[in-house]
């Protein structure tokens, strides 16, 4: 029903700067909340960003490196990450939930896209 495409990921020095883009597919009418989390080899993962159909966002961090933003006329949301720090280097996935033609809620993923940074 819905799909996510990451792109936007590479290979940056520390305190350079990545925008990512997740664009979404299929039911996108349906979609109510999106995100970004990231996982590391070995560590859990972790929620960066989530932003809501209406535009508001919780950050799991307050240090002002990441800005998340949706884009619904074009069924994207971008990340924009800056003074990116080796400590951030992850897989970043793209993530939403939407409604089934059944009622149900459904979470899916995207298929993430590699952030390195080095120092």
């Known amino acids: 029903q819905v799909q996510l495409v990451e792109s936007g990921g590479g290979l940056v020095q520390a305190g350079g700067s990545l925008r990512l883009s997740c664009a979404a597919s299929?039911?996108?009418?349906?979609?109510?909340?999106m995100g970004w989390y990231r996982q590391a080899p070995g560590k859990q993962r972790e929620l960066v960003a989530v932003?809501?159909?209406?535009?508001?966002t919780n950050y799991a961090r307050s240090d002002g490196r990441i800005t998340i933003s949706r884009d619904n006329a074009k069924n994207t949301v971008h990340l924009q990450m800056n003074s990116l720090k080796p400590e951030d280097t992850a897989v970043y996935l793209c993530?939403?939930?939407?409604?089934?033609?059944?009622?149900?809620?459904?979470?899916?993923w995207g298929q993430g896209t590699q952030v390195t940074v080095s120092s």
């Open positions: 932003i809501s159909r209406t535009g508001m």
């Open positions: 993530s939403a939930d939407y409604d089934n033609d059944d009622g149900s809620q459904v979470f899916v």
């Open positions: 299929g039911s996108t009418f349906s979609i109510n909340t």
